[in-house]
């Protein structure tokens, strides 16, 4: 699982990281660009909900490969649809939205099936080590192409190259998921998602930080790489900060990987939580150079002291069910609806708002309010207990390959 969201995330890395300015130089509109993060919100969801209605037998394994397929198959249409893609963005905003739900369903199952509360700080260590030795070596590389290409084939020959390369890369990754269980499921039940927090008082605290998460992540994301580009001038520049502030998140996440307890989780995502908050509050006054290096700096500290720590505690309040096992899938997908929602809404707000007033202002009030959403999301996560009675013996047996 490691290496397979390792390939799927250097490919978000190589185009993922471009594809928004790509999408800006284009249109110079962010319209577009939210419509596209939008749809792929409202979809996402969706794709969770079909996964434990209609295809719940193709398995953890093959919901990962689909995914996958689809991710890839965005990429070689914007390829092929080159300049003109900002006109496609509502038909690539939808297949994005499926695939991302089809590879995050998998993922979810295969991690919490594969992973005990034992060693889930080192597995969700690992996976972060991963992205940020990639984000380290990969968008800066991507960078350079981008902007070789632009003196070689014009301003979008750089950018299919990439885009070419993180399809190749999601295909070979396909290959890999062969390899995964298929973690069956119970078909989904819409009575049991919503009577989750009365069966498990403690999933109202994941339930909220969800929301609040949802509410910033995507949003978050959309804003931060136009503001970023705007502020160094050109895609090699944007690269080679994304690698700086890899470099610094490849040791805090080596560190929380080796040295990480279940008791140390909250202090460290308060510290964390902090240093994100602090720097989403110096990018908005201060749309400087120097100011970008402060906020990648306490970014790239905060956000594995965040986000490592707190990666864990989700699926420990799922263990704390009576029937882990046969009701796993059903907290997946409440924890996707949550998340769907606070993205859905945080978007269809920036749409209302892009109209009226000046979207670079809009863009750095997003990023000044959306950003104490980190501190909201340690708030929760700081009300579940953390002494838990583990067994002896985990009981959960892994499912057959798929």
Known sequence: MVLIH????????????FLSIFLWRASHDLVPIAIYSGLSALMIPAAFVANGLLWRGIGAGASIRLGLFGNGAVYLLILVLGSATPEWVVALGLLRGVAEGFYWSGFHLVSYDTTCERDR???????????WLLTALLPPAAGAVIVAGTHVGGPYRGYELVFALAAVLLMAAMVLAGRLPSAARERLSARRVMTLVRRNPDWQWVTRARLADGFTGSLMGLVLTILTYLVLKNEQQVGNFNGVMGLLGVAISLGLAAFM??????????????????????????LTAWALIGFGLLRAIGGPLHGN????MALQVIDRD???????????????LCLGIGRVLSIGCFLLLAAPVDQMLLARIVVAVAGAAPIVVWAAFARIPQAVSMPEVDQRALPAAA
């Open 309 to 312: 720590a707190l990666a864990p």
């Open 322 to 336: 009576p029937t882990p096992k046969a009701m796993r899938y059903d907290y997946i997908v409440h924890q996707e």
């Open 121 to 131: 700080d080192r597995y969700f260590g690992a996976q972060a080590s991963a992205t």
């Open 6 to 17: 390792g390939a799927y995330t250097a490919a978000n890395l190589l185009a993922g990281t």
């Open 261 to 286: 307890k279940p008791r140390h989780r909250t202090a460290c995502a308060l510290v964390g939580g902090a240093f994100l908050v602090l720097s989403t509050l110096l990018l908005p006054l201060y």
